[in-house]
């Protein structure tokens, strides 16, 4: 967020006319106007994903059709309105368009459109709640961005160990399908191996729908072994992840940790009150 506002502020119009402030009022939250406007329009952004969901519940579909349709067309041109405005004070159009708020802009207004074609599509203008991610700049939670890069940080550590783990979880599921397969039989409901093996994720993930079980008692027996080893193979992406994170707080915080550098040996990790070097002795 702290990059979009950078490559925001340097979309800004140069000349001091009314884009210039028209554009203060739209992209810029420290103003008044600014976080006024921030607001209404997250308060719009809400109230339209609402009716949006009532719209879906068939019974008020049926009593309230006609308004609902209204309030929606109505949150549509204001949110049209809102993204011309955009293009119309943003220095480069072509950068806004493209950039990620820019597209989730255009998002948040086309499905209304298309549902004059494709009836049904209105409903995913849901994702115009993704536009409340500009709350980040009216409540100035920049300050949190550093945890969220950290929690990135931490899961692209881990991708490789966890791009293994799924790679041993999917083949032990082909194979305990593939046995209850065998065991159980298209009598027992296991009618394909594809079937049995969404039994074995369903059982491996103590999902347990229920849909299929094992009657024959060496089901049962590997059914319950499944059933164990679930309870331990769900622990195992959420150990490797958390150890990254310790790990990647633990290189944070010594990045930030002030050092005194000795001038003899030239080692930068000395303590800040430390009064001699910890590689050469040397007084610091």
């Not at 119009?13 to 329009?41: M, R």
């Not at 719209?55 to 949110?79: M, P, Q």
């Not at 961005?145 to 979880?169: D, G, M, P």
């Not at 622990?235 to 990045?255: L, Y």
Request: proline share 3%; hydrophobic share 45%; charged share 20%.
């Amino acid at each position: 967020m702290a990059v979009y506002e950078e490559k925001y502020s340097e979309n800004k119009p140069d000349e001091n006319n009314w884009k210039s402030h028209l554009y203060e009022i739209i992209f810029e939250a420290d103003t008044p106007a600014g976080k006024n406007f921030d607001i209404v329009l997250i308060v719009s952004i809400l109230l339209s994903v609402l009716v949006v969901m009532i719209d879906s519940v068939k019974s008020l579909r049926l009593a309230h059709g006609d308004l609902l349709h209204d309030i929606e067309w109505f949150f549509t041109i204001l949110f049209t309105i809102e993204y011309v405005l955009r293009m119309i004070c943003v220095k480069s159009k072509t950068r806004y368009a493209t950039s990620i708020l820019g597209i989730i802009d255009l998002l948040a207004i086309m499905p209304t459109y298309l549902s004059l074609f494709l009836p049904g599509s209105q409903f995913l203008l849901v994702i115009r709640i993704l536009r409340v991610l500009r709350i980040f700049r009216i409540l100035k939670l920049v300050k949190y961005l550093n945890e969220a890069e950290l929690l990135i940080t931490a899961l692209k550590a881990s991708s490789r160990k966890i791009t293994v783990f799924l790679f041993t979880v999917l083949t032990l599921v082909v194979i305990l399908g593939s046995l209850m397969y065998l065991i159980e039989g298209e009598e027992n409901g296991f009618t394909s191996i594809p079937m049995s093996i969404h039994w074995a994720i369903v059982t491996l993930t103590t999902v347990g729908y229920g849909d299929i079980v094992p009657k024959t008692p060496l089901g049962i027996a590997l059914s319950s072994v499944v059933m164990i080893i679930g309870y331990s193979i769900i622990a195992v992406p959420t150990g490797i992840v958390t150890a990254e994170i310790s790990f990647a707080s633990i290189e944070d915080r010594e990045k930030k940790r002030p050092r005194n550098v000795c001038n003899n040996c030239g080692n930068d990790r000395n303590d800040s009150d430390a009064l001699f070097c910890k590689h050469c002795g040397t007084k610091l």
